[in-house]
């Protein structure tokens, strides 16, 4: 099960976090995987651990809140390997505040990343895609995509806006070969939330209070979130489209 042998997978936002462990978990299924960021040396050295593993994959540096840098990765994948089979839209960002304290300039920079990109390289792709009558498409959205999170106007805006974007192009594209999910994470302890604890002033009381938020009593793993992706990206999801699915820990049922 869940095999992707013979399959080219493109993760963007992989040199660390859940696009790292995305990379690399789908490479182990047997896909040939671009780890796409714009982070050179990080990216270089994950793709040059996933090949020194014999294992495929290609490290690619990629802007997503660049329209051509997105047509230029199509181009080069198109070029190289013939066609992509798995587009993995992970790249994000964030942002911290209630609407008072959240300008249009903020706004407008999450959405560059976290919309715009992924409807770019959606489109540059999704033509070939369409073409073979075969494309899966797994777009990393949040729980803030579902539920509400106090403080995080900017950043919910735009992951309920990749909910809905993923359920649109489920639909309209079901019969042309393509299948388009969301992931919808809880918090998840990457390096980069980490950081972010460890500049709080009481860094222990701000990890406990970040674990407490899941029903379960702890952050998710990028690993976690990563076999959610593998099962969306395989054939064993065949009959899976336009789902928003909640990896949370027990996040949004009430906690």
């Not at 999450?110 to 792709?125: P, Q």
């Not at 403080?151 to 309920?160: E, H, I, N, P, V």
Request: with cysteine.
């Amino acid at each position: 099960m869940f095999d992707l042998s013979g399959k080219n997978a493109l993760v963007t936002g992989a040199a660390s976090g859940i696009g790292e462990a995305t990379a690399r978990t789908l490479a182990a299924a047997g896909a040939k995987v671009f780890v796409a960021d714009l982070d050179f040396d990080r990216g270089v050295a994950v793709a040059d651990d996933i090949a020194q593993q014999g294992l495929a994959a290609e490290f690619m540096e990629l802007d997503v809140s660049d329209k051509s840098s997105c047509a230029a990765a199509e181009a080069y994948i198109r070029r190289t390997s013939g066609w992509l089979d798995i587009l993995v839209n992970n790249a994000g960002i964030g942002h911290v505040g209630t609407i008072l304290e959240t300008t249009s300039e903020d706004l407008d920079r999450l959405f560059a990343v976290n919309v715009r990109g992924m409807f770019d390289l959606t489109k540059a792709f999704i033509g070939g895609m369409i073409e073979r009558n075969h494309g899966v498409i797994v777009n990393v959205a949040s729980i803030g995509g579902i539920i509400a999170i106090r403080d995080r106007l900017a950043y919910c805006t735009t992951k309920f806006a990749v909910v809905g974007f993923t359920k649109c192009i489920a639909l309209d594209h079901a019969t042309q070969g393509i299948r388009a999910n969301s992931i919808c994470p809880g918090r998840v302890e990457t390096e980069f939330v980490k950081k972010r604890i460890a500049e709080y002033p009481d860094p222990k009381k701000a990890y406990e209070e970040m674990a407490a938020t899941q029903a379960i009593g702890r952050m998710g793993t990028p690993e976690e979130i990563a076999a959610c992706a593998l099962y969306l990206a395989s054939d064993e999801a065949a009959f899976v489209t336009g789902t928003a699915l909640e990896i949370d820990g027990g996040f949004s049922v009430g906690k």
